[in-house]
């Protein structure tokens, strides 16, 4: 599948947008479809540490287990599904604006589908990540330049 490819400039310092990117507690604020977050092992947002994710879609909750593959702080991140059925992969970079003042955030994003999931990846998920991709970077450019963290 290709990935789906999406950024927004963000009116905020390259390391306050990567701080706040790489708190996976932060996802259901900006993500709508991100229900909750819980840590399952090592410390959130670090290389190797895992966190479950609740996703909602249709009218089900979805757990996948994600996991952080790379950190390059203020640079890049890497994150992988490691199970369930659709497992999703996020590359995310921001580059410097306005000499550091301001940041571009460049999210990629693509799934692998595993039984049921090769089937549901192309018909429901994508297309529903790819229609919500855009509302969610507008969210996460509002929280990020009010400077709070709260919906």
Same mark, same amino acid.
């Given at each position: 599948m =290709? !990935? /789906?490819? &999406? =950024? #927004? @400039? /963000?009116s905020r310092r390259p390391e306050d947008v990567? &701080?706040? %990117? =790489? @708190? +996976? =507690?932060? %996802? +259901?604020?900006w993500q709508e479809s &991100? #229900? !909750?977050v819980q840590p399952k092992?090592?410390?959130p947002g670090t290389v190797g540490s895992q966190v479950t994710v609740t996703r909602h879609m249709g009218k089900k909750d979805f757990d996948t287990t994600m996991q952080v593959m790379e950190m390059d702080p203020p640079r890049s991140w890497h994150v992988h599904g490691v199970d369930g059925p659709v497992r999703g992969d996020v590359q995310g970079s921001i580059e410097p604006l306005d000499n550091g003042q301001r940041s571009r955030v460049t999210l990629s994003l693509d799934f692998e589908g595993h039984g049921i999931g090769k089937v549901l990846a192309p018909l429901v998920v994508k297309p529903a990540a790819r229609k919500e991709m855009p509302r969610d970077e507008q969210t996460l450019k509002s929280i990020l330049e009010r400077g709070t963290t709260a919906r």
């Open positions: =290709s !990935r /789906i490819n &999406a =950024s #927004v @400039d /963000i990567f &701080a706040y %990117l =790489s @708190d +996976p =507690s932060h %996802l +259901p604020e &991100a #229900v !909750r092992r090592g410390t």
